[in-house]
Nanobody
């Protein structure tokens, strides 16, 4: 079992920045591929970014590439998402997720463990 707790969400103006954190406990964090997803009202949960166990590979949705940066600190069992140049379309609940499998990191079905989410609201 892995427990994931997100933090760092809030209200920010267009063009602003936020840094999300995801604290992990339980099963080995450093062995997991980690991802960030988001879900806006009335929409399906969508992939944002993912990072391999040793941070050797990172993956981004086209909509956030160049603005968001995913990182991890295995010594602190923490995942991060630095979000810059935020837009109103980025408004959503953001979730972190963990998987110990391999495959398509863009798919929600790949992930076995999820946090409760943190709200990000970008005002225009």
């Amino acid at each position: 079992q892995v427990q994931l707790v997100e933090s760092g969400g809030g209200l920010v103006q267009t063009g602003g920045s936020l840094r999300l954190s995801c604290a992990a406990s339980g099963r080995s964090f450093s062995s997991a591929t980690m991802g960030w997803f988001r879900q806006a009202p009335g929409k399906e949960r969508e992939f944002v970014a993912a990072i391999s166990w040793n941070a050797g590979r990172t993956y981004y949705a086209d909509s956030v590439k160049g603005r968001f940066t995913i990182s991890r600190d295995n010594a602190k069992n923490t995942l991060y998402l630095q979000m810059n140049s935020l837009k109103p379309d980025d408004t959503a609940v953001y979730y972190c997720a963990a998987t110990y499998g391999s495959g398509r990191v863009y798919h929600t079905s790949m992930y076995d463990y999820w946090g409760q989410g943190t709200q990000v609201t970008v005002s225009s």
